[in-house]
């Protein structure tokens, strides 16, 4: 069992060539040309990512890979920890042996730091757990009198017009629900009506308090129902009122389908009683995640989270979010001690995540208790010199296709949390976060964690 576990978690063992390594960027979104000087950096598009797409096996790991010595992997988390790049920075390291589940590296993993956005991997495990992989997200249309409305269900990559049934990014169309919708007013004898926007599934503000203000560039206003957000990431010009873009766009839909539209859309909640006149469905929870792990997409698990708490019992807030999360995660017996969650995606700076937390929620994806919950987080999480945020890092060195890891990066707060399998074959699981180094430090502390710990971890010949 364990030989084919790992050999489905490293499958992705590729030879990656070309590309540079990733720019300090301010949330893992921009790549750009390594160098600790000045330059000016280009903006580039995101990498294309799909749920869909998969690896070329790979050999299973021999059973009997020998365990990496704990002394050798501590000394080089110390000597991340004493980098002149990290300066004045808190490290946090643990590294688990997923086979045995015995830790081989604990710096300072107790500790509480600013997690960036590792703090997905939080998230992204209690959505799975709660929901289940397969879970999907519904848009309807609800009529009421001659009013129908729009009811927003946690779908932010819906399309304007007809969807995609073999994508996950537009997977559901608003021009198909609103055809479908229009198909039944007609057998029903209307022809017009007034649309409403139903966005209450959420509630509180739509942007955190916990956020600094200049963010507007990294995540859209937390809203139940946008159109693809994702079209957004090259541009950063994320709309105002994206549920209300997407309400304009189906009203614009059902018009064009035959059905007078009468004013302005409104935004009310449906009334008790409205009967479903037709609904679409996102792709699963599984895809759903691969696309905004590898791309770190803030706004896509903020809504996760929301939708959490509100299948949860939860409010459907920020604060809700953060509750509904840790509070699944401690269901699921790990360890929150010294855990505050501000945020479901991990902009907030008041988020404060043990690395120990990351590195065990890691090894028991990866493990064989694990489960379908394990299995989605881990293949969804990006792969060095391949996909995602990790495309651009480690492309030339060892590492390529043996790290996969969910990235963070902010201001003062720099974060791996994965897999990754060493020079002998085992399969580790880590979460390392650097914290609170002087600001414009980011790309130095990000190149002193990938040269002093990862990319030696998996070189790691060592058994002492």
Not at 58 to 77: E, R
Not at 286 to 304: H, I, Q, R
Not at 388 to 395: A, H, Q, V, Y
Not at 429 to 452: K, S
Request: glycine residues 10%; aromatic residues 4%.
């Amino acid at each position: 069992m364990r030989k084919a576990t790992t050999a489905a978690l490293t499958a992705a063992s590729l030879l990656v060539a070309g590309g540079y390594y990733g720019l300090a960027d301010a949330l893992d979104l921009v790549p750009g040309a390594v160098t600790l000087a000045d330059p000016a950096y280009e903006l580039q598009a995101f990498p294309t990512t799909s749920a869909q797409a998969v690896a070329e096996p790979a050999p299973a790991l021999p059973a009997d890979a020998p365990v990496p010595s704990a002394a050798v992997l501590t000394g080089y988390a110390q000597a991340l920890a004493t980098d002149e790049r990290v300066g004045a920075g808190v490290t946090g390291v643990s590294v688990i042996d997923v086979a045995t589940g015995q830790v081989l590296v604990d710096l300072q993993g107790g500790t509480a730091l600013t997690p960036a956005s590792s703090n997905k991997v939080l998230t992204a495990w209690a959505a799975l757990s709660a929901l289940g992989a397969g879970h999907r997200l519904t848009t309807s249309a609800v009529l009421s009198g001659t009013t129908l409305t729009l009811v927003g269900g946690g779908d932010v990559l819906l399309a304007t017009d007809a969807g995609d049934p073999g994508a996950v990014v537009g997977h559901a169309g608003l021009g198909d629900l609103a055809r479908k919708a229009a198909e039944r007013l007609s057998s029903q004898g209307v022809t017009s009506v007034s649309v409403a926007l139903d966005d209450t599934l959420f509630e509180g503000p739509s942007w955190s308090p916990d956020w600094e203000e200049g963010n507007e560039a990294w995540v859209a206003p937390i809203q139940p129902i946008m159109v693809d957000v994702t079209a957004h990431h090259s541009t950063m010009d994320y709309p105002a009122d994206p549920a209300m873009e997407a309400a304009e766009a189906f009203a614009a839909a059902l018009a064009a389908a035959g059905i007078e539209v009468s004013g302005t859309v409104t935004r009310a909640a449906a009334p008790e009683g409205a009967s479903e006149l037709a609904a679409v469905e996102s792709a699963p929870l599984s895809e759903v995640l691969a696309v905004s792990l590898k791309a770190s997409d803030n706004t896509m698990t903020e809504v996760e989270g929301h939708v959490l708490a509100a299948a949860t019992g939860y409010p459907a807030s920020f604060d809700g979010a953060a509750q509904a999360v840790r509070a699944q995660l401690e269901a699921d017996g790990f360890d929150t001690s010294g855990l505050t969650l501000r945020d479901a995606s991990g902009l907030a700076r008041g988020n404060k995540v043990p690395a120990r937390l990351l590195a065990q929620i890691i090894a028991r994806a990866a493990g064989d208790e694990g489960g379908t919950t394990g299995r989605t987080l881990i293949t969804a999480l990006p792969v060095a010199g391949l996909d995602g945020t990790l495309k651009d890092r480690f492309w030339e060195a060892t590492a390529a296709g043996r790290v996969r890891a969910k990235t963070g990066s902010l201001d003062q707060s720099v974060s791996l949390t994965g897999t990754v399998v060493t020079a002998d074959g085992r399969l580790l699981a880590y979460g390392v976060i650097v914290d609170g180094f002087n600001e414009g430090g980011l790309l130095a502390a990000r190149v002193a964690l990938d040269e002093d710990l990862i990319a030696p971890m998996a070189d790691c010949g060592c058994q002492g």
